[in-house]
């Protein structure tokens, strides 16, 4: 069946260090991949996606993301964290053959210590 | 300038209650979805229409039906509210493919 998963429910960056969230999936097909943000009390905005092409992709806010094939990861980094950063990140995954449906993940919550 | 938007962004009703939640875009987009997300942020795909005709139909409750009267507007209606649909319900819309999904900013439904 196909899945994603978000192995860390949440993560505690201090302002200034580097981030990293993972992101897995199981998927037959290849995969169209996406990274949204959801501020408290907000929608969720796209901060960045892979569709094809070069597997390192680039973001708004500074966000980047490493699709790896091989380890069906979509891992996202940013080098430096702020404190407007804090909020909940979705990992989301479609494909053709499923109409682009996507499945999500089941959110990481980044906490930022000052 | 608004993208897409929800009304009302809170809803509070008793049980039993009907109530509509309205969804429009004008982003030119031809498809729009109907998301709900539970207390643990869990996002669930509700409906999905595409050229105002339905195209995903999760398994929900016939208690919730959507409408739309046209491409900008989906709107979401339940009957009989029960104190589990308590949610935050996102519409969201996009155009093309593969699809970019861009969110309303919610509606927090509280059943008492």
């Known amino acids: 069946a196909q899945s994603v998963t978000q192995p860390d429910i949440h993560i505690t960056v201090s302002e200034g260090a580097s981030l990293e969230l993972r992101c897995n999936y199981s998927?037959?097909?290849?995969?169209?991949l996406f990274w949204y943000v959801q501020s408290p009390g907000q929608g969720l905005q796209l901060l960045l996606k892979?569709?094809?092409?070069d597997t390192l992709v680039q973001g708004i806010k500074g966000f980047e993301a490493e699709f790896k094939r091989s380890q069906s990861s979509f891992n996202l980094r940013k080098p430096s964290v702020h404190w407007s950063d804090a909020a909940e990140y979705f990992c989301a995954v479609g494909a053709q053959d499923s109409n682009y449906q996507l499945i999500w993940g089941a959110g990481t919550k980044l906490i930022i210590k000052p | 300038d608004t993208a897409v938007s929800q009304t009302p962004k809170y809803l509070v009703t008793q049980m039993g209650n009907d109530k509509s939640i309205k969804c429009e875009q004008n982003l030119g987009h031809d498809t729009m979805y109907w998301y709900k997300q539970d207390s643990k942020k869990f996002l669930k795909i509700m409906f999905s229409?595409?050229?105002?005709?339905?195209?995903i139909n999760e398994t929900v409750p016939n208690r919730f039906s959507p409408k739309s009267p046209d491409k900008a507007h989906l709107n979401l209606h339940i009957n009989s509210l029960e104190l589990g649909d308590s949610a935050v319900y996102f519409c969201?819309?996009?155009?093309?493919?593969?699809?970019?999904?861009?969110f309303g900013p919610g509606t927090r439904l509280t059943v008492t």
């Open positions: 998927y037959g097909a290849t995969p169209y």
């Open positions: 969201a819309s996009s155009r093309g493919t593969p699809p970019e999904q861009y």
């Open positions: 892979y569709f094809s092409g």
């Open positions: 229409y595409n050229n105002k005709e339905l195209i």
